[in-house]
């Protein structure tokens, strides 16, 4: 059974969807063109069946994905990210960039398709059009 936080938190509740070990792997793996189950199988060494299986069943259920099927007999279905699922991108992205700046080996960057040149997370207020930094960043209860 999945472990559920009540706490009132973004955070806490995001982790209920995709915070659960081999998820957050499984949905990049979905992002990378890896859809059908048995590549995704293939390329997560040492992820069990039934787990790799619970997962996308509760990706499903979370709305995160969907399946179609693409084999009848035997059933064999394709998966594909949902709107949300591939909104996951900036995670995705967020973590490299981290890993660039704290791993003691880093296997991935990010770069400009144009120039090769590396890249830095900016915030953009869509209010004013500025760019800001962290410092100027609040986070407010919705309730305010």
């Known amino acids: 059974m999945k472990k559920v936080y009540s706490l009132p938190c973004n955070i806490a509740q995001t982790l209920n969807l995709i915070g659960d070990r081999w998820t957050l792997l499984i949905l990049h793996r979905l992002m990378t063109g890896h859809c059908?189950?048995?590549?995704?199988?293939d390329c997560l060494g040492g992820i069990?069946?039934?787990?790799?299986s619970g997962r996308l069943k509760s990706l499903e259920a979370d709305g995160l994905i969907t399946s179609e099927l693409y084999?009848?007999?035997?059933p064999r279905y394709r998966y594909i990210l949902s709107k949300?699922?591939?909104?996951l991108n900036d995670v995705f992205n967020s973590l490299v960039l981290w890993g660039e700046k704290h791993l003691t080996t880093c296997y991935k960057r990010l770069t400009h398709k144009g120039c090769k040149?590396?890249?830095?997370h900016r915030y953009y207020c869509k209010h004013c059009g500025k760019i800001i930094t962290s410092s100027e960043i609040t986070v407010c209860d919705t309730q305010e």
């Open 117 to 120: 040149s590396g890249l830095e």
């Open 36 to 41: 059908t189950y048995k590549q995704l199988k």
């Open 71 to 74: 084999q009848d007999h035997p």
């Open 84 to 87: 949300s699922g591939s909104e």
């Open 48 to 52: 069990p069946s039934n787990l790799l």
